[in-house]
Structure formats: structure tokens, C-alpha cells
């Protein structure tokens, strides 16, 4: 089985655009053998960020972006993911969803709002959902949640092989911008937590410069043991990056050798995370 992240760059406000781009870019991951395809966040609006304009260019979950994507899926037999604007009643979601065949399979919400984010979109009610596909159990986020290492947690624990990361990098969070290996600090923080939580994450970036932001790119795709498969790509490049995956590596990755098992090595008799109601 193979995996794809898209990085491209979405046309401000241009939905109709952006869609046809997208559809371009999962012909292209489907025809090099691609199971499931990652778009970036905010893929059909476009990541920016005025408030009236994005209003106008919103849609519901049942609207034309799960139509397109899911008759993509259905065209080329693959999952695909990706992030849109929801409109919602009053209020804008910075949402994602994971598309199949007979239509969306996740509905996600951004959960941490970064920036100025905050005066556009609400914060996501969703929680962390997972579901289980033909290519194993898949969890999605976007971009900034990673940064709170509960997230990936979370969606392991509840048995996710693969974190699918629809994202929009940007610089002026970190004091070193890029290491001198080409990695942004968000890129190591995937590796990292793909590693400390035995999964496949899979992060697909915006790249180069829309309206007043500019993209840091670096989007990569990391095993359940830390390596790098793909990437990270430079910050404007759009490209298609394509891995293996097979969904049975993340349990093999829980056992690390006979007395290292770091799922089983949780002192839940110590602590526990909780999700709504549930404590994992």
C-alpha cells in the first residue's frame, strides 16, 4: 500500500480553483499507486484569513467540496483528506474531513486555533475521532494541534495507525526557522511524535506566498519508529511525495524489543488521559 501528501498552494478565496487543483493532484497520487491521498489545510479556500471573505466562500459539510472529492474517490479508488472552511450556523469551522467512495468517512475541527485564527473560526466541537478504513484505523488533525502532544496521544490510543495532517506552516513561531537538514521545528516535532507514539504521521503543507503569507512547505511523511519516508520539501515546491505504508507496522512498532513495549509501559495506574468521557 502506499500513502500521499499534496503540497501545493491554494488560491485565496478561489474555491472552484482550488478544487479542480485538487482533483488534478489526486489523478496524479492515485496513477503512481497511492491508497490515500493528503491535501493541505484550508486546501479549497485557501489559507487566508479575512473574515468576510471567507464567509462567502464557506460551505457546509454536505457541500460541493465532499461532492468533488468524493466522486474523485470513487473515480480512483481512494481515500482522500483534506482541509476546507465549514460554515456552520454563524459561526466558521477550520475543518477537515477523509472522503471515501460513499462519502465522508471523518469530519474533523480544528481543535487549537492559531494566531489570528482566533478572531476567524470558531474552536472545533468534534473531539478526535478515528475510523477504520481498508488501510487501517485513521486519525486526522490540522497543523497547529500537533503541537499539543495530547493529540497524536490521543488518536493512538484509540488504536489510529495513521495521523493524516492537513496543514499551512508558517514561520514566526520558532526562533530557528530551519535546521541544516531543511527541517522546520513543526516537521521535527512529526518525526518525533510519530516515533513516541508508534504511528504514521503524514503532514501535507501549503508552500510559497498567497496574500500576505508566506509557507514554510516542509511537508514529510514519518514512519512508526521516526523515519523519514518522504520529504521534508523545500518551502515552494508543489509536488505530490508518495511512501509505503502497510497499517501492521505501527503494532509491530509497540514492541520495541522482549522488555521495551512502550504502549503496555504506561502507568495508567499512575495517570491517564481523558477524551470527553472516556479515560485511555
Known amino acids: 500500500m502506499k500513502i ?49 471573505r471567507l464567509a462567502e466562500v464557506a460551505e457546509p459539510l454536505d457541500g460541493p467540496t465532499l461532492e468533488c472529492w468524493t466522486l474523485a474517490a470513487a473515480e480512483y479508488g481512494v481515500l482522500v483528506a483534506g482541509g476546507f472552511c ?17 462519502g465522508a468517512l471523518l469530519h474533523y475541527r480544528k481543535l487549537h486555533l492559531f494566531d489570528r485564527e482566533r478572531g476567524v473560526f470558531s474552536p472545533g466541537d468534534l ?22 502532544v495530547e493529540v497524536a496521544r490521543l488518536l493512538a490510543l484509540q488504536g489510529a495507525a495513521l495521523v493524516a495532517v492537513p496543514t499551512a ?30 504511528v504514521y ?6 508552500a510559497g506566498v498567497r496574500v500576505d503569507q508566506r509557507f514554510l512547505g516542509n ?21 505530490v511525495l508518495i511512501a509505503d505504508y502497510d497499517a501492521g507496522v505501527a503494532l509491530v512498532a509497540q514492541h520495541r524489543s522482549e522488555l521495551v513495549n512502550p504502549r503496555d509501559d504506561r502507568r495508567t495506574d499512575v495517570y491517564g488521559m481523558r477524551l470527553l ?3 485511555l
Open 86 to 102: 465549514e460554515k456552520g450556523v454563524g459561526v466558521l469551522y477550520n475543518s477537515a474531513i477523509l472522503v471515501g467512495a460513499s
Open 201 to 206: 504521521i503524514a503532514c501535507a503543507s501549503q
Open 219 to 239: 511537508s514529510l511523511i514519518v514512519d512508526p519508529f521516526g523515519k523519514v519516508l518522504v520529504g521534508p520539501l523545500d518551502d515552494i515546491s508543489e509536488r
Open 277 to 279: 468521557d472516556r479515560i
Open 4 to 52: 500521499a501528501v499534496v503540497q501545493f498552494a491554494a488560491e485565496a478565496y478561489r474555491p472552484s480553483e482550488n478544487r479542480r487543483r485538487s482533483v488534478e493532484f489526486i489523478e496524479e497520487a492515485a496513477g503512481r499507486g497511492a491508497g490515500l491521498v493528503i491535501l493541505p489545510e484550508l486546501a479549497i479556500s485557501g489559507y487566508a484569513l479575512d473574515a468576510g
Open 127 to 148: 473531539g478526535l475521532p478515528v475510523v477504520d478504513t481498508p488501510l487501517g484505523r485513521i486519525g486526522l488533525c490540522v497543523c497547529y494541534d500537533l503541537r499539543f
Open 169 to 198: 506552516w508558517v514561520g514566526g513561531f520558532d526562533q530557528v526557522p530551519r535546521d541544516k537538514e531543511g527541517y522546520i521545528t513543526q516537521a521535527r516535532g512529526a518525526v518525533v511524535q510519530a516515533n513516541l507514539n508508534q
